[in-house]
């Protein structure tokens, strides 16, 4: 798990994309309105409160990891524990790239039908996030790719790229504050680059991210609201 002095040295290096905003209609690098993406893919609904007990994801101490993990110590990236709803089905991979994600989760205020009526509602429409590496260098980028917000996208400096889905949630005790930590499995990959290999990916250790507070309706509709966050990413493969 990535350490706070880490956290804050990355965090310091990229405030400017730490800071909450308002921009314009559109909003993300995932723009799909779907309010249950997955936040990185999600509208973060925690998948039924699973029993928080704990679970080795398997595949050892270290992987064959991104070069640019070369000069991190073996605990970068050694095999995290996670909630036995985070579990990776096989439990046969090994950490390829841990990344420390910087950046925002992005929401539009949109108009909405329920069966109540029309109402105005904060959707997610993607993260908009830089991937770290141990020594705080940006190694690739987080968004939604072309799938929309459902879809999301990691991206590494080589142009490789991996696209995802989530397959479940968990919200930590006391962490109702934050995004869920996710377990996503990789539906598409391009590229050359060590992040291709992918299989699952987990997003884990949480802060910041959640749907706005601000108030939605017809006077905001249509504006964006960026929700700074952070996370640690491990990817897994063979």
């Known amino acids: 798990m990535i350490k706070w002095g880490l956290r804050a040295a990355v965090a310091a290096s ?3 994309v730490l800071l909450l905003g308002q921009a314009c209609s559109g909003g993300g690098d995932n723009p799909d ?3 249950d993406a997955s936040q990185d893919v999600a509208s973060h609904p ?4 699973p029993d928080s007990s704990t679970t080795d994801s398997g ?3 270290s992987g064959g990891g991104d070069a640019s993990d070369a000069g991190c110590p073996s605990s ?7 909630p036995t709803a985070l579990a990776i089905p096989d439990g046969g991979t090994t950490v390829l790239i841990h990344a ?3 950046g925002t989760q992005n929401y539009t205020c949109e108009q909405v039908t329920t069966d109540a009526g029309s109402t105005y509602q904060w959707i997610f429409v993607g993260p908009e996030a830089e991937l770290h590496d141990c020594n705080a260098n940006v190694i690739g980028h987080h968004f939604a790719s072309d799938g929309g917000a459902g879809a999301p996208e ?3 400096v080589d142009n490789a790229y991996i696209i995802g889905k989530k397959t479940a949630a968990f919200t930590p005790d006391g962490g109702a504050g934050s995004v869920p930590w996710l377990l996503l499995q990789t539906t598409s990959s391009g590229g050359t680059g060590p992040i291709t290999a992918t299989e699952w990916v987990h997003r884990l250790d949480t802060d910041g991210g959640n749907t706005p507070t601000s108030t939605c309706d017809s006077q905001s509709s249509g504006t964006t609201q960026k ?4 996370a640690d990413y491990y990817f897994y493969g063979p």
């Open 154 to 156: 990691w991206m590494t």
């Open 100 to 102: 420390a994600g910087v």
């Open 46 to 49: 925690d998948s039924s409160q």
């Open 59 to 61: 595949g050892g101490d």
């Open 227 to 230: 929700v700074g966050y952070t």
């Open 33 to 35: 309105a779907s309010s």
């Open 76 to 82: 970068w990236t050694a095999t995290p524990t996670v």
């Open 14 to 16: 990229s405030v400017g």
